[in-house]
């Protein structure tokens, strides 16, 4: 079944983790790279976000909406280092690497897929999480099939495993990404050596895979047929080559949400939404609200995956449980609590989030575990203290004995 696209991105997305006493001067690297620029925010360009996500979420993420003009030039006017350390008392901080032009690229020698990298974020929260976002796009005269083969083979960019000989010719031909290997180095340029991720058990070798697809009115419409369709979002949605072949089997709902004209599939390292130019909201207003407020809502839940993760490392690496208390209980406190999104959309979202992240189980798991850890601090403060009343006891005891046989003599 070949079907054209009409616009088409993906966002690969990579996870990492700043140690938090090494994070302000992390900021400092990043203000000092001529690229890279603090993203900041307005109310008036910036009304979907605005209007998308809740008080508590806008104060942590996008704190700059409310800054005045005068906050603005009081900014500009700090050194490098003053400008790391004010940012770093922030919740959250997004920047943009400016790339200076397009990169275009492609995959394989001969008859590759040609793509351009258009746009990179980095978002990093006081924790020490941070997410590198890349986003990419393919030739206008590229198919489906494209981009199937496309986030296939780019995801695993970052492996450092051995590849088979369908990885062995994958290159970004570009004065700036040669290949595979110097990508892997700027990468490394920017994140570091991502050692605490590796500690936490989290995947550093797939990139996650955020990608938007709207095909021609031609590829679907009221005469497609949808068994054939949903064979292809099966693909799309595990992120699998286009040669695959897909048995005949109904396409399983549990995790996809799906419209007239949309199919979108969630897992717990993708997020695929595939669409048709048969509704025009598709590719007008869906085609931004799905790489704005959507794709930061999805960070937003990914961020919270992690802290939970990082969370469960930290329980298990100590049994002090003074260390770990203020950590777990500001989780709780400023993210576990607070709802992200009041839109109706966002609403259904965050509940496909949650689940293919795995978020409310993994939270009563670590909540059971924080329990357990605070009934033995506190039989050990009571033992302590308990020990301390003896010996005070054992003391009184010895200086009133000492009295009264002094007494006798």
């Given at each position: 079944?070949?079907?054209?696209?009409?616009?088409?991105?993906?966002?690969?997305?990579?996870?990492?983790?700043?140690?938090?006493?090494?994070?302000?001067?992390?900021?400092?690297?990043?203000?000092?790279?001529?690229?890279?620029?603090?993203?900041?925010?307005?109310?008036?360009?910036?009304?979907?976000?605005?209007?998308?996500?809740?008080?508590?979420?806008k104060e942590k993420m996008f704190w700059s909406l409310d800054l005045?003009?005068?906050?603005?030039?009081?900014?500009?006017?700090?050194?490098?280092?003053?400008?790391?350390?004010?940012?770093?008392?922030?919740?959250?901080?997004?920047?943009?690497?400016?790339?200076?032009?397009?990169?275009?690229?492609?995959?394989?020698?001969?008859?590759?897929?040609?793509?351009?990298?258009?746009?990179?974020?980095?978002?990093?929260?006081?924790?020490?999480?941070?997410?590198?976002?890349?986003?990419?796009?393919?030739?206008?005269?590229?198919?489906?099939?494209?981009?199937?083969?496309?986030?296939?083979?780019?995801?695993?960019?970052?492996?450092?495993?051995?590849?088979?000989?369908?990885?062995?010719?994958?290159?970004?031909?570009?004065?700036?990404?040669?290949?595979?290997?110097?990508?892997?180095?700027?990468?490394?340029?920017?994140?570091?050596?991502?050692?605490?991720?590796?500690?936490?058990?989290?995947?550093?070798?797939?990139?996650?895979?955020?990608?938007?697809?709207?095909?021609?009115?031609?590829?679907?419409?009221?005469?497609?047929?949808?068994?054939?369709?949903?064979?292809?979002?099966?693909?799309?949605?595990?992120?699998?080559?286009?040669?695959?072949?897909?048995?005949?089997?109904?396409?399983?709902?549990?995790?996809?949400?799906?419209?007239?004209?949309?199919?979108?599939?969630?897992?717990?390292?993708?997020?695929?939404?595939?669409?048709?130019?048969?509704?025009?909201?598709?590719?007008?207003?869906?085609?931004?609200?799905?790489?704005?407020?959507?794709?930061?809502?999805?960070?937003?839940?990914?961020?919270?995956?992690?802290?939970?993760?990082?969370?469960?490392?930290?329980?298990?690496?100590?049994?002090?449980?003074?260390?770990?208390?203020?950590?777990?209980?500001?989780?709780?406190?400023?993210?576990?609590?607070?709802?992200?999104?009041?839109?109706?959309?966002?609403?259904?979202?965050?509940?496909?989030?949650?689940?293919?992240?795995?978020?409310?189980?993994?939270?009563?798991?670590?909540?059971?575990?924080?329990?357990?850890?605070?009934?033995?601090?506190?039989?050990?403060?009571?033992?302590?203290?308990?020990?301390?009343?003896?010996?005070?006891?054992a003391v009184i005891i010895i200086v009133d004995l000492g009295i009264?046989?002094?007494?006798?003599?």
């Open positions: 079944m070949e079907l054209k696209t009409k616009y088409q991105y993906t966002y690969f997305i990579y996870p990492y983790l700043i140690e938090k006493e090494n994070y302000t001067n992390y900021l400092y690297k990043l203000l000092k790279r001529k690229q890279c620029k603090l993203k900041l925010f307005d109310r008036k360009k910036d009304i979907q976000i605005e209007s998308y996500f809740l008080p508590e979420i005045n003009k005068q906050a603005l030039k009081d900014y500009e006017t700090m050194d490098t280092k003053l400008k790391a350390n004010s940012l770093s008392n922030k919740e959250c901080c997004i920047f943009e690497y400016n790339l200076q032009e397009d990169i275009p690229a492609k995959i394989g020698e001969e008859g590759g897929i040609f793509f351009d990298i258009t746009k990179m974020e980095m978002i990093c929260f006081k924790t020490g999480i941070c997410f590198l976002l890349m986003k990419t796009v393919l030739n206008q005269n590229s198919s489906f099939q494209d981009v199937l083969n496309f986030n296939y083979k780019f995801r695993d960019i970052t492996s450092q495993a051995a590849h088979t000989k369908e990885y062995e010719n994958i290159k970004i031909q570009t004065q700036k990404f040669q290949n595979m290997q110097t990508f892997a180095e700027f990468l490394s340029q920017i994140v570091g050596l991502n050692l605490q991720a590796k500690q936490i058990n989290l995947d550093t070798n797939r990139l996650i895979t955020y990608a938007y697809t709207c095909l021609k009115q031609t590829s679907w419409n009221e005469t497609t047929d949808v068994k054939l369709l949903a064979k292809e979002f099966e693909k799309y949605y595990n992120i699998l080559p286009a040669e695959e072949q897909i048995d005949d089997t109904t396409l399983n709902k549990e995790n996809i949400y799906q419209e007239k004209y949309l199919y979108c599939g969630f897992s717990n390292n993708s997020n695929m939404l595939l669409t048709s130019a048969s509704n025009i909201r598709n590719y007008t207003s869906l085609l931004f609200q799905y790489e704005n407020e959507q794709l930061y809502h999805f960070i937003y839940d990914l961020y919270k995956k992690i802290y939970l993760k990082k969370l469960n490392y930290e329980f298990k690496k100590t049994k002090n449980f003074q260390n770990i208390k203020n950590e777990f209980l500001n989780f709780v406190k400023y993210h576990w609590i607070y709802e992200v999104t009041g839109s109706q959309r966002g609403v259904l979202i965050e509940k496909y989030y949650a689940k293919v992240q795995n978020l409310e189980e993994t939270f009563v798991k670590l909540k059971s575990e924080y329990n357990l850890l605070y009934k033995e601090y506190e039989i050990e403060k009571t033992n302590k203290h308990n020990k301390w009343i003896l010996a005070l006891i009264i046989f002094g007494k006798m003599l």
